[in-house]
């Protein structure tokens, strides 16, 4: 019985035992990692290596010549519990071992396999020559591993500098397309590796020098446009400007690129003096020809009343040049603002007289003729608003609670600038920011829910490009897809300023709509692609759209750009809003997108104008009928008191007028 006793005992010790070591040995197992990957590949190519066995979530694979001291490595990559993972080989041939290294110092080898690293050759075949600025095309093989590329260098220059003027990866294809540099010389094209640019294959070239010609008057006046004939290559991005005499090859006041055809129009500036019209390139602006050009002073006369009342209309006559965008303004004497108020001034193409309405508060007031392209003043006559005989009142324009701004068949399109400029810091952020964090605040409000509605952007996806895309086809308005994405437009640095284009395009963008269509446009800078974009907003209104063009300049300080954004907007029906700041440019999106109303006194005259929701208009006591210019209209009836505030909502008017 005892030793019946003590054999189930030894048994049972004997079985713990067994079990112990399968444990430790299944653990053993378990914890055994083995690589499987190629024995050998090209230098650079890419290398999958699959694990076997356990892994650790911060263990890591990488590459590493034969000899290599423990716990070294190269590039490397986590294993993150995966069993399959991607490296690169060395651009070096040679022998190497895969390694898979422990997540904690001293990265203690768990298992490896041996590696060679094979030499590769490439070729490239290009012409022996090509013209300055020309497109041309490079044929190559080669191993086309990730980031190898065909690049085009000047073995002449400077070692110090970058060692290639430009390339191509070759991911785009064969063959590869580059542009010859705008200096003449001899160049070699190379295949380049995409790690340590080894130079893989070479071949030379040589680039040709090219000439152009110009044909412009020997004068103009300030302000003028003339045509400029042209012959040259016409390469990408090449362009006629008007410049300062012997000024940078920089500097410039107007252009046109040549990809328009000759001739090309341009505008004199503002400043009489003697100034050079340039052929240059598109690639370093190098200046191909030149021809003196002098631009010769204008004057301008002003003639109308020395005295009128307060609230009053007058008419001035005028003689000038009537140049694009000039206009008579009233602005108080002494002034130094270049911007008059709202309705205080009316566009030389109406013809003379001007049309003008004086402030209703008395004071010593001047009238000027100021040019549309710099808002240089050329002529000054003074005037004298006198109390008118009853002491006007004020007039706050709101809308019913229950009504919105836009008809039911409106539509709006904002665009976007993205450009490289909307980079810099404004209030402590970059200007893009604080434009996206805006545009997120009108989605759903004010701008409705199901509101017809569009988004275009240009700037943010090509350096040194006129590219303008839709990022929002024309549909009702889902705030939550369209905050998606503006939160993913970013400013690209280089990148250019296509206005005009984008206006054009505006056509296409809102086709269909039968209501109006509200564009706004928000951008930091001028049209830098040479379009025209007065041209591009009064091709709008010949097709017969019932467009309102709307400008939001964020952060310009150039007194001459203000007056060409507001002379745009003018001719879309819209308004200029100057925002300098984050604050400016929520109150000015905020206010294009209300309603413009016209204040009609007892006789049927338009006496005031602005938009629902601003400062409100200062009126001669009486009755007064306000609508807007939606269709359809909302409309109230205001009395306005002497020296009192009156308010009116304006709704909808049923049939019956009520």
């Known amino acids: 019985m005892v030793q019946s006793i003590e054999g189930k005992r030894m048994r049972r010790h004997t079985t713990g035992w067994l079990l112990l070591f399968l444990g430790l040995y299944s653990a053993a197992l378990r914890a055994e990692l083995t690589l499987s990957a190629p024995t050998d590949v090209p230098a650079g190519a890419r290398v999958v290596i699959d694990v076997n066995g356990e892994t650790g979530n911060r263990d890591f694979v990488t590459i590493v010549p034969v000899g290599e001291a423990e716990g070294g490595y190269s590039d490397y990559k986590y294993v993150r519990s995966k069993n399959r993972v991607e490296l690169r080989a060395p651009e070096d041939a040679g022998d190497y071992e895969i390694r898979y290294l422990d997540a904690n110092p001293p990265y203690a080898t768990k298992a490896r396999q041996p590696l060679a690293v094979i030499p590769v050759e490439a070729k490239v075949e290009a012409p022996a020559q090509v013209d300055a600025g020309a497109k041309f095309q490079i044929t190559w093989s080669g191993p086309d591993n990730p980031q190898d ?8 220059g400077d070692r110090n500098a970058r060692r290639w003027i ?22 070699e094209i190379h295949y380049r590796t995409g790690v340590k640019y080894y130079i893989l294959a070479r071949t030379a070239v040589s680039v040709a020098g090219t000439t152009a010609k110009l044909d412009a008057p020997a004068r103009v006046k ?44 341009l505008h004199a500036p503002d400043e009489p003096g003697s100034y050079e019209v340039r052929y240059q390139t598109g690639q370093s602006y190098a200046i191909l020809a030149s021809r003196l050009i002098s631009v010769d002073a204008v004057t301008a006369t002003l003639e109308g009343p020395a005295e009128v009342e307060g609230g009053a209309p007058f008419e001035m006559g005028w003689s000038g040049p009537d140049n694009p965008g000039d ?45 549309g392209q710099s808002a240089a003043i050329l002529a000054r006559h003074g005037l004298r608003v006198t109390p008118p005989p009853v002491p006007p009142g004020h007039l706050d324009v709101t809308l019913d609670p229950g009504a919105s701004a836009f008809g039911a068949n409106d539509a709006v399109e904002i665009i976007l600038d993205a450009s ?13 920011e604080i434009a996206r964090e805006v545009l997120l ?46 939160k993913r437009v970013q400013a690209m640095n280089l990148a250019k300023t296509p206005i005009a284009r984008s206006l054009e395009l505006v056509a296409e963008d809102l086709a269909g709509v039968a209501g109006e269509r509200i564009v706004i446009l928000i951008t930091d800078g001028e049209e830098t692609c040479g379009g025209d974009p007065a041209a591009a907003i009064e091709g709008l209104k010949a097709k017969g759209m019932d467009v309102r063009v709307n400008i939001v300049g964020f952060a310009i300080d150039d007194e001459a750009l203000k007056s060409r954004f507001r002379y745009w907007a003018d001719l879309g029906d819209g308004d200029y809003h100057d925002a300098a700041g984050a604050d400016d440019l929520k109150r000015s999106m905020n206010h294009a997108l209300q309603a413009p109303y016209d204040v009609v006194d007892a006789n049927g005259k338009v006496v005031a104008s602005g938009r629902v929701g601003d400062n409100g208009v200062d009126l001669a006591p009486g009755e007064y009928r306000v609508e807007t210019r939606t269709a359809p209209p909302l409309q109230g009836k205001a009395t306005v008191v002497s020296d009192k505030r009156a308010g009116v909502v304006l709704g909808r008017v049923n049939q019956t007028g009520r």
């Open 327 to 371: 206009y008579i303004a009233v602005m108080e004497s002494g002034s130094d603002k270049r911007a008059p108020a709202r309705g205080k001034w009316a566009y030389t193409r109406y013809g003379t007289p001007a049309r003008l309405r004086a402030p209703q508060q008395a004071g010593e007031y001047e009238i000027r003729y100021q040019t």
């Open 166 to 187: 430009t390339y191509a990866y070759t991911k785009k294809g064969n063959p590869v397309t580059l542009t010859a540099p705008d200096k003449p010389g001899s160049y």
């Open 420 to 432: 490289g400029s909307m980079l810099k810091r404004q209030d402590g952020k970059r200007r893009i």
């Open 222 to 265: 300030a302000g003028q446009a003339f045509q400029v004939s042209w012959s040259g290559p016409d390469n990408s991005q090449d362009f006629i400007a008007i410049s300062a005499q012997d000024s940078d090859h920089r500097a410039y006041h107007h252009y046109q690129y040549t990809r328009k055809g000759s001739p090309v129009t």
């Open 441 to 486: 605040d009108l989605t759903g409000d004010p701008i409705p829910t199901g509101t017809p509605f569009a988004l275009r952007v240009f700037g943010h996806k090509e350096a040194d490009a006129c590219r303008t895309d839709l990022e929002e086809s024309l549909a009702p308005l889902d705030p939550e897809r369209v905050d998606a994405r503006i």
């Open 149 to 156: 590329f065909i690049a085009l260098s000047d073995p002449q």
